[in-house]
Nanobody, 122 residues
Framework: QEQLVESGGGLVQTGDSLRLSCAASGRTFRTYIMGWFRQAPGKEREFVARISWSGGRINYADSVKGRFTISTDNAKNTVYLQMNSLKPEDTSIYYC???????????????WGQGTQVTVSP
């Protein structure tokens, strides 16, 4: 059974860093694009970053460019999101997802994790 499991969320202060992990299992996601999305209360789910397992096809939302870095570890079947210089507006549930083609559009991602909460205090 295919599964994406996120971890690494938590409560931090403004300016701190966190690294989120997404462990993929149960099927071969290697041909898929892996993405990170986030959703704050009362808001729509928004694109954060995407990457291919080869390490290419990287793109970021403007709001996180220069602060967040997406990467993969093929040996561990894991995708990471390194988040630096965190701001209160980064507070959200962060989701890992997989899509069969390059996209920043959430409905095109067919596989989703359960999410991990990131809270940034002022």
């Amino acid at each position: 059974q295919e599964q994406l499991v996120e971890s690494g969320g938590g409560l931090v202060q403004t300016g701190d860093s966190l690294r989120l992990s997404c462990a993929a299992s149960g099927r071969t996601f290697r041909t898929y694009i892996m993405g990170w999305f986030r959703q704050a209360p009362g808001k729509e789910r928004e694109f954060v970053a995407r990457i291919s397992w080869s390490g290419g096809r990287i793109n970021y939302a403007d709001s996180v460019k220069g602060r967040f870095t997406i990467s993969t570890d093929n040996a561990k079947n894991t995708v990471y999101l390194q988040m630096n210089s965190l701001k209160p507006e980064d507070t959200s549930i962060y989701y890992c997802a997989a899509a069969s083609r390059i996209s920043e559009y959430a409905p095109e991602y067919g596989y989703w994790g359960q999410g991990t909460q990131v809270t940034v205090s002022p």
